[in-house]
């Protein structure tokens, strides 16, 4: 969820501004967090239910010094890592076969659009009749879902390389498999960052509602372990930790993506 | 309709390009296009030749099927002899909009067809160089394309195609999108450097000066089919300086010119598309 509301900054966030405009958007970011704390804070003075902000960061002590919060962050995280590099390192060469071989492309579409309009939580019935409840069938559906957002766009990435450049590089004598390595797969690049980035979004969703289903540990499960106790507080942990950890692993993204991607010319 | 198969100025010897009644017919949505009608035109080596016509006549197309990226229809196009079937390292291409290869850097550009030719790496480096200060971009070898100006990134394609010393330059509007005086720089410094290693260069242009400037000879084209309609020979001096561009001989040959691209669009007689 938080991988995705961040991704409509990109265009406006890589048209770089000046240390100065960096700074100032800092402060107004800050100034923002703080606001919203306040308001949380009257929130929870005038709402019955609603624990205050000291609370729950007392109760987010309580949890880390007990392990219990850090063994949740890893079971997690191990899940979506795990499901999110499945997904891509698959995504990635059917994305660019699909896009070189058009007999790839007429074979792979069918499932692909047909399961594309399939919400992967709609798959995790079925996983866990096939796969039992321990980590395969969660690892498979946060896959699945980073896959389906990552092929299009490998795929995607491939068919819109500017001919020109195909061509040129064929004038210089370079073979298909030249022209694969050194101009598709790099003039795609962008593309397949781009949906790295919403797939990760999209399996860090998916994670947290398969761990609402069955799980023994991880964040998920624990949001709705406390949500039999009425326990507020420890949801509360749960929401806010769930956003940082995908702002942190969007942030990871976006920088590897200005990194790799620098040479395009800005429009 | 087809004018006398035009001969190269040189005579006797052997064509180094010959384009033999060649035509390409696009299919479209209502049937064929017919980009090109029964081409024929030889090229002397070390010609210059330069290629006019109003924007849809084939131009493009005829110098695609020289580079071997498209495939005639029917006809043939060799080249020293040898039927062009696909590009080759002989046949340099410039295109018009520079193409160069965004993540690389001018160098690493300039570089490629010589490691796609298996060049080792040192002796890339000193002919990469090479080009590069040909061009005058040796303070930009290692920036990217997106920081050079067009005239820049046209320089850096010249020397990428330089680079793997093709005979034969094929260049499609490569000066389309610069500016007058930038133009005509590079006009000049390509006029010098055919002068000392004499390739053969068909260059297409839209602008009647340029192509009146730089060759031996002018064919003008004409569209609906895509065809030769007149070759213009051009007995100026070289090196064409700037008294050439303003001497009354030289303003002959482009009214000629002129007249020949410009009155062919009110004889437009034929449909361009033909039902299947
Ligand atoms: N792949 C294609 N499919 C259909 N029609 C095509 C194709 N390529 C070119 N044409 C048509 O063939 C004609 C000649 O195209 P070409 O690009 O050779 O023209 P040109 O003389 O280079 O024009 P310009 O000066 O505008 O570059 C055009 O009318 C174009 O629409
Ligand atoms: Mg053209």
Known sequence: MTGVAVLPRRRAASGRQGAGGGRRMLVLNIVSVLFGIGVWWLLSATVENIPSPPAVAERGWELLADGTLEGDILASLTRVIAGFAIGTALAIPVGFLMGWYSTVRGLAEPYIQFFRTIPPLAIIPLAIVLMGIGETPKIFVIALAAFLVCVISAFQGVVDVDRTLINAARVLGAGDRTIFLRVVVPASTPFILVGMRVGLGSSWATLVAAELIAAQQGLGFRMQNAQVYYDLPTIFVGLITIGILGLVMDRILLFAERKLTSWQERR | ?276
């Not at chain 2, 000049?188 to 260059?203: A, G």
């Not at chain 2, 009647?208 to 213009?232: C, K, S, T, Y």
């Open chain 2, 1 to 276: 309709m087809t004018p006398d198969r035009p001969t190269a100025s040189t005579e006797g010897a052997p064509p180094k390009i010959s384009v033999d009644a060649v035509s390409k017919v696009f299919p479209v949505k209502d049937g064929e296009f017919v980009a090109l009608d029964r081409v024929s035109l030889d090229i002397a080596e070390n010609e210059f030749v330069t290629v006019v016509g109003p924007s849809g006549c084939g131009k493009s197309t005829l110098l695609n099927v020289l580079a071997g990226l498209e495939e005639p229809s029917g006809g043939r196009a060799t080249v020293d002899g040898v039927e062009v079937d696909g590009p080759g390292p002989e046949r340099g291409v410039i295109f018009q909009q520079y193409a160069l290869f965004p993540w690389l850097t001018v160098r690493k550009n300039v570089e490629f067809g010589l490691r796609t030719a298996g060049v080792p790496a040192r002796e890339r480096a000193e002919r990469a160089d090479h080009f590069i200060r040909l061009v005058g971009l040796e303070q930009f070898a290692d920036a990217l394309p997106k920081t050079l100006s067009g005239g820049m990134k046209q320089r850096c394609a010249i020397a990428r195609a330089y680079a793997v010393d093709p005979s034969i330059l094929l260049m499609d509007e490569p000066f389309g999108a610069l500016d007058a005086l930038t133009r005509v720089r590079l006009q000049e410094q390509l006029l010098e450097t055919w002068s000392q290693d004499r390739r053969t260069v068909v260059f297409i242009t839209h602008d009647v000066d340029e192509a009146v400037f730089l060759a031996n000879r002018v064919v003008v084209m004409a569209a609906r089919p895509g065809r030769i309609q007149e070759v213009v020979d051009v007995d100026l001096p070289y090196p064409r300086t700037e008294d050439v561009r303003l001497s009354p001989e030289f303003g002959e040959l482009r009214n000629r010119v002129w007249h020949a691209v410009y009155h062919q669009s009110t004889s437009l007689a034929q449909p361009s598309t033909t039902t299947a």
